[in-house]
């Protein structure tokens, strides 16, 4: 277990002493479910299953710590959370007694402390409330991987409910550093808002010929090479992006009197996250989706205003290019693609797209994927199949959004 799960039992146990007695009662937890919004199968299921965990002093105590890392410890949980106890609804690594939404209760145990914390910042509880409600869609994505009904999204829900990401409209932002690395620099002759960009790899990346990083689908590439990125008084060196996301093996020079540098690998930037349709969500239209860059880029500057982002990053298989070849130029997925400056990813799989397309959950990912008995019974998955039959490798792809 991680040092954070038991190095801090006996904090979260002597905490435990001076919690109020309501903790877990039925009224908190829906009052937190009617607040935020939540379906009334979601807000039963919780019910039911905290009336089991209360019933149990080892669950209760279990479910104490658990809340008490979460919203009172102050510590960083990533990376230790993913190996944190979890319900067994997968073929195996699960804790079998675990009620199937024993994490959404502790969630939902912190919920006001999630309200209170954004209505400081200024954040509107509308906000806060369409943000939690995000446990619903994750609730019903659980039920058509598995087959059953329950809750495995504790990673990213952590991150809802710790009020680093928002729900903006259509898509999710969450504050972070340049997770998609590479630099960006800007022509300062071309104007101050609309000047070309140019996004140079990281110095010591390993690449493959076909400029995507050494270590991509799984394997490492026999052969690679290793990006340069330098700057002197008076220039910038580096190897430039093409257009399709892939990285250029020469070395190119930018003069600091024509290029200015607008973005590093280790910026502040707003990570930017697509949630499925389903029931949930309406189409990725341009239109939806350029309505919620532009409510956040003076929402964040509001309400986080230390956290001074330079651009937008995001990683998806949406952004794996390959799909431009196969897909109407007018596709909401080709369009979405068109608002970033593509980048290839380090391990870049095809995981997310077998998950996002087949539903299959990266925890039970197989070794090697049956293509031949994939499902074609949509135009998109026709796609995804035929073009891994004929060789093909899909990963997930990077994008960025300077701003500036």
Request: hydrophobic fraction near 40%.
């Amino acid at each position: 277990m991680p040092e954070i799960w038991t190095a801090t039992w006996e904090q979260s146990a002597r905490a435990r002493e001076d919690a109020a007695a309501g903790w877990l009662g039925d009224g908190s937890l829906g009052t937190a479910c009617s607040e935020i919004g939540l379906l009334p199968e979601t807000t039963e299921s919780c019910l039911s299953d905290a009336q089991a965990i209360r019933s149990s002093p080892a669950l209760l105590a279990l479910a104490w710590h658990c809340y008490w890392i979460v919203f009172h410890s102050g510590r960083d949980l990533l990376p230790s959370i993913d190996i944190w106890p979890m319900p067994n609804l997968l073929s195996g690594g699960a804790t079998p007694r675990l009620p199937a939404f024993f994490h959404a209760v502790v969630l939902l145990s912190g919920a006001e402390l999630v309200f209170e914390k954004n209505r400081a910042r200024g954040v509107p509880d509308a906000v806060t409330s369409r943000t939690l409600r995000d446990m619903d869609l994750w609730i019903h994505e659980c039920r058509l991987r598995t087959g059953r009904p329950g809750f495995l999204e504790l990673c990213w829900l952590v991150y809802h409910f710790s009020g680093r990401l928002f729900e903006l409209g259509r898509l999710h932002f969450d504050m972070r550093e340049n997770d998609v690395g590479f630099h960006a620099l800007r022509h300062v002759a071309a104007g101050a808002k609309y000047g070309s960009i140019v996004i140079l790899a990281e110095h010591g990346g390993r690449f493959r010929d076909d400029g995507q990083f050494a270590d991509a689908d799984r394997r490492q590439a026999e052969a690679s090479w290793t990006a340069d990125f330098s700057e002197d008084a008076e220039s910038f060196r580096g190897c430039p992006v093409r257009p399709d996301g892939s990285v250029m093996r020469a070395v190119d020079s930018y003069p600091k009197s024509q290029w200015q540098q607008i973005m590093s690998p280790r910026s502040p930037v707003l990570g930017v996250h697509i949630p499925s349709a389903g029931p949930f969500h309406g189409p990725m239209s341009p239109e939806a989706c350029e309505e919620s860059f532009r409510e956040a880029v003076p929402f964040f500057r509001a309400h986080f205003p230390e956290h001074r982002f330079r651009g937008f990053t995001c990683k998806s298989w949406l952004l794996d290019r390959q799909l431009a070849r196969y897909l109407p130029a007018s596709s909401n997925i080709v369009l979405f693609q068109r608002r970033f400056h593509l980048a290839p990813l380090q391990a870049a799989t095809d995981a997310q797209t077998l998950e996002r397309i087949f539903g299959i959950d990266a925890r039970d990912l197989p070794a090697v994927f049956d293509w031949a008995g994939a499902p074609q019974d949509t135009s998109l998955r026709k796609i995804i199949v035929r073009h891994a039959m004929a060789g093909g490798r899909w990963r997930i792809g990077g994008g960025i959004i300077p701003v500036y």
